[in-house]
């Protein structure tokens, strides 16, 4: 069982940049599959980006490729989503996800996604 803990949520202007992280404990964070989901009000949660268990892989919502980044680092058991030219329907609470998978596997459903963490608000100002 992992457990996962975002931070660096906040108010930024549109056009800005944001990182956030995504801390993981109480299991081999190398074994899972990671992605970041977003969940604005009103709106069903959905999926940004995610991330192969070796990093080789990344997928993207097709309204966030080309802005933001899914990386990896299993030496710190981080995972980041770096933001960039920030919208103002980039604002949501973002949440990052862990499911263990084969080492190719990037997961874009939230369906397959066991492990969730408590998420982290991002508010893109005009």
């Known amino acids: 069982q992992v457990q996962l803990v975002e931070s660096g949520g906040g108010l930024v202007h549109a056009g800005g940049s944001l990182k956030l992280s995504c801390a993981a404990s109480?299991?081999?964070?190398?074994?899972?599959?990671m992605g970041w989901f977003r969940q604005a009000p009103g709106e069903e949660r959905e999926f940004v980006g995610a991330?192969?268990?070796?990093?080789?892989?990344?997928s993207y919502a097709d309204s966030v490729k080309g802005r933001f980044t899914v990386s990896r680092n299993n030496g710190k058991n981080t995972v980041s989503l770096e933001m960039t030219s920030l919208k103002r329907e980039d604002t949501a609470v973002y949440y990052c996800?862990?499911?263990?998978?084969?080492?190719?596997?990037?997961?874009?459903?939230?369906?397959?996604?066991?492990?969730w963490g408590q998420g982290t608000q991002v508010t893109v100002s005009p």
């Open positions: 996800a862990a499911q263990t998978g084969t080492r190719t596997a990037v997961i874009v459903s939230a369906e397959q996604y066991k492990y």
């Open positions: 109480g299991s081999t964070f190398s074994y899972y599959v």
């Open positions: 991330i192969s268990r070796g990093g080789g892989y990344t």
